[in-house]
């Protein structure tokens, strides 16, 4: 049995009044269904802090454990401020960091060192959709930025097609199926059945309170990676709720 995940992605926005986001989650973070909030990495601490049934989780760490890279952030440090997951390859990374599938990869095997669990992102362009690519450019994603030591629980795929991140675009529940159902196989094909059927499997892209039932609803997705609707918990816990009713 997979446990269902509703993940929030802040991005890089809010400041310490925006912890009491978290009290306001509290009541929907009490179903069956996991809730995680990941804020700026200066938060993270006073997040943890006072998650209560809240997991918190950083949005990108450094391949490497400590040294010399100005500016970045390692996982046993995003663990050691009370961290538990990590989003890792957000396409954001990928765009504006030139993040490459082998650094995901790597960034990847450190969170897993650190005992995080990732959150690996892929995701078409939309250029890759209207050219018939997505399959494809989801398969290499797959093979590229995920180590060979998956499991269910040091693992979560979020499926993000670029196109519908902070757009209000979102894919027909028919293409979140096919990809959905495309990244299960991909990862039965490698990890075999019994790992990858513990992986649980996000949908991430304009996800609201108003289309996440419907969402919810597509076989094989286990929650959603959620960004702009997390900011504020009366627009998160509406989803958190359609979760716990899927
Ligand atoms: C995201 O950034 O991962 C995301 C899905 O953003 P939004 O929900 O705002 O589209």
Redesign the pocket.
């Known amino acids: 049995m997979r446990r269902k995940l509703a993940a929030g ?1 802040w ?1 890089m926005n809010g400041a310490l009044a925006a912890l009491s986001e978290l009290d306001a989650l509290q009541e929907a973070a009490s179903g069956d269904a996991e809730v995680l909030i990941c804020p700026p990495a200066t938060l993270i601490a006073s997040a943890a802090a006072k998650s209560g049934k809240v997991a918190i989780g950083g949005q990108d760490c450094h391949a490497a454990a400590s040294g010399a890279h100005t500016g970045d952030i390692s996982a046993p440090m995003l663990r050691e401020a009370g961290a538990t997951y990590v ?1 890792l390859g ?3 990374r990928r765009a504006d960091h030139g993040e490459t599938d082998a650094v995901v990869a790597a960034k990847t095997q450190a969170a897993w060192d650190a005992r995080l669990i990732a959150i690996v ?1 892929v995701g078409e362009t939309l250029d890759d959709r209207e050219r018939g690519k997505t399959l494809d450019v989801i398969g290499a994603q797959l093979a590229g930025s995920l180590p060979d030591d998956v499991t269910g629980a040091n693992t979560v795929v ?1 499926y ?1 097609p670029v196109w ?4 209000g675009k979102v894919p027909t529940t028919d293409q979140i199926a096919e990809v959905h159902n495309f990244i299960r196989a991909t990862l039965i094909q490698r990890f075999g059945n019994e790992i990858a059927s513990a992986v649980r499997l996000l949908y ?4 609201k309170a108003s289309n996440a039932t419907q969402i919810f609803a597509v076989p094989d997705v286990d929650g959603a ?6 900011l504020k918990a009366s627009d998160f816990a509406p989803i958190v709720d359609a979760l716990n009713a899927a």
């Open positions: 992605n991005k989003i957000h396409s954001e992102c979020a993000e519908a991140i902070g757009t991430g892209g304009s996800v990676l959620v960004g702009g609707a997390s």
